[in-house]
């Protein structure tokens, strides 16, 4: 079985400050590493996903998160974060090799950025 | 393609009617699965099918809720009877069912059991 856990339940940041969103997974299996995020009102959308090869993905919009094997995290990290990216932010995994593929998600991370 | 479409957006009943939620995947997806998302638990998997055949139902609450999905472009979930504690946003997703590639989903269904 696998289970995702983002301990960090809202995270304040003020503008152009850089964030971190905290993401750890445990898993007897290798899985596939998965950031969506979540503006109101809405469904979820993929931010950037990690398969395989380079441990260090980046999204289109400057957010960047690195797999770490040893740790079993895929933390997100964002250099200088603007208003607009105030959203509420998940980490899933889905296993690999299972024959069944689902996502499993961590509770969310709410991240506000201040003017 | 228009992506996954849930249908209604909003849903408001009494305490003991039945609801039924539903749901189009984009075409060609053979994965399909219900997520419901509350304040106090986040993001459940409730049911997820595979070329429409149901793979896991475990995380389905009671035997209240139920889902079928009939053909590749269309499913379901049904609340018999509904309670106020089943107020949540459910949402519906499907991929291609490769693990590797994401899943994508609808807006939502935001049910309220008054």
């Known amino acids: 079985a696998q289970s995702v856990t983002q301990l960090d339940s809202q995270v304040p940041v003020f503008e152009e400050a850089p964030v971190e969103l905290r993401c750890n997974y445990s898993s007897s299996v290798s899985v596939y590493l998965f950031w969506y995020v979540q503006y109101p009102n809405q469904g979820l959308q993929l931010l950037l996903k990690?398969?395989?090869?380079?441990?260090l993905v980046e999204s289109i919009n400057g957010f960047e998160a690195e797999f770490n094997k040893s740790q079993t995290s895929f933390h997100l990290r964002k250099p200088s974060v603007h208003i607009s990216d105030t959203a509420e932010y998940f980490c899933a995994v889905s296993p690999m090799h299972s024959g069944t593929y689902k996502y499993i998600f961590g509770t969310g991370t709410r991240l506000k950025v201040l003017a | 393609d228009a992506g996954v479409i849930q249908s209604p957006r909003h849903e408001v009943t009494e305490m003991g009617q039945e609801v039924t939620l539903r749901c189009k995947p984009i075409s060609g997806h053979n994965s399909l699965f219900w997520y419901r998302q509350t304040m106090m638990r986040g993001l459940e998997l409730l049911i997820y099918?595979?070329?429409?055949?149901?793979?896991?139902d475990s995380g389905m609450p009671e035997d209240r809720f139920s889902a079928k999905m009939p053909n590749a472009s269309f499913s379901t979930l049904k609340i018999q009877p509904s309670e106020p504690r089943d107020s949540a946003v459910y949402f519906c997703?499907?991929?291609?069912?490769?693990?590797?590639?994401?899943?994508?989903f609808g807006q939502g269904t935001r049910l309220t059991v008054v």
């Open positions: 990690y398969l395989s090869g380079s441990t």
């Open positions: 997703a499907s991929s291609s069912g490769t693990g590797n590639t994401e899943a994508f």
């Open positions: 099918f595979n070329n429409n055949v149901p793979i896991d």
